[in-house]
């Protein structure tokens, strides 16, 4: 088992910045495939971000890239997303999953959600426009 606890989410105006955490337990993190997702009210879930375990390779969905970092700390558990020149349509909920297994093998499999096994609570940002 893997506990993930997201955190540094609130509000910030369209064009800020603001970096959201993920520290997990529970399992060896190093060997842990991390993602981030996102769920803003009356939508689906999305994906957002990725990284493998090692931190050598990461995914973005079109709407972040460029805009959007992920990043890891394997000696502290944590992964980190940083986000700048955020926009009123960044506004969501954000959720840091984890998947014992690396998605990154073969197609795009970091974009589905039902392959991860773990999940946070999920952190609240908000862009004010």
């Known amino acids: 088992q893997a506990q993930l606890v997201e955190s540094g989410g609130g509000l910030v105006q369209a064009g800020g910045s603001l970096r959201v955490s993920c520290a997990a337990s529970?399992?060896?993190?190093?060997?842990?495939?991390m993602g981030w997702f996102r769920q803003a009210p009356g939508k689906e879930r999305e994906f957002v971000s990725a990284i493998n375990s090692r931190g050598g390779s990461t995914y973005y969905a079109d709407s972040v890239k460029g805009r959007f970092t992920i990043s890891r700390d394997n000696a502290k558990n944590t992964v980190y997303l940083q986000m700048k020149s955020l926009k009123a349509e960044d506004t969501a909920v954000y959720y840091c999953?984890?998947?014992?297994?690396?998605?990154?093998?073969?197609?795009?499999?970091?974009?589905?959600?039902?392959?991860?096994?773990?999940w946070g609570q999920g952190v609240q940002v908000t862009v004010s426009s």
């Open positions: 999953a984890a998947s014992a297994r690396e998605l990154d093998y073969s197609g795009r499999l970091y974009y589905r959600g039902t392959l991860y096994a773990y």
């Open positions: 529970g399992r060896t993190f190093s060997s842990l495939f």
